[in-house]
């Protein structure tokens, strides 16, 4: 292996028992007390005696704190919060709603309904109107249906986006209010 593998694989295992390498270290024990200053050696043979680890706190502070603690069960904590936290935490996704400019009211209906309930759900929506053909020249009309669209929405939406063309498309982006 090379040197500079092996020095980049030092650095990412955590600084614990036998990787401290300090003159001297400002030692905690396990109830936050401290020990006072002492070399590495002696607080991690006082570890030891309790059957657990010296864990670098801080190398910045002067001297480094050092704490007595179990690293696996601190480890396991640290991880379980960072599952909580990513548990609680929603993500917004972009939930598309297609039509035609020459949509007829039901089906206007329904679109509408859909975009609702992706708003309430805390999702933005992409309003998308598809041109074929000659329909293209009739862009007015379909930003005209955007516009009807993001009115109907208005209490719970507010317009991301303004109507804008690509394509043979026409698309504006809403997103729910908070």
């Not at 030092?10 to 390498?21: A, G, K, M, T, V």
């Not at 609702?116 to 109107?129: E, M």
């Not at 109907?152 to 209010?177: C, F, H, V, W, Y």
């Amino acid at each position: 292996m090379t040197p500079v593998i092996e020095k980049r694989r030092s650095r990412d295992l955590p600084q614990i028992n036998e990787r401290i390498r300090f003159p001297k270290i400002r030692a905690i024990d396990t109830d936050g007390n401290q020990l006072g200053i002492i070399s590495p050696s002696e607080a991690l043979r006082m570890a030891e005696e309790k059957d657990l680890d010296l864990v670098l706190v801080s190398d910045k502070a002067d001297p480094p704190v050092c704490r007595i603690m179990d690293y696996g069960k601190y480890k396991f904590e640290q991880e379980k919060k960072v599952r909580e936290a990513k548990k609680k935490q929603h993500t917004s996704e972009v939930k598309e709603v297609k039509m035609r400019y020459k949509i007829e009211d039901h089906d206007y209906n329904v679109r509408l309904k859909q975009a609702q309930r992706f708003l309430k759900s805390g999702d933005k929506v992409k309003a998308t109107i598809m041109f074929r053909g000659r329909e293209i020249q009739h862009t007015d009309l379909a930003e005209e249906l955007l516009r009807r669209m993001a009115g109907d929405l208005d209490e719970i939406a507010e317009i991301q986006q303004n109507p804008k063309k690509e394509g043979r498309s026409m698309t504006m982006l809403l997103s729910p209010k908070k």
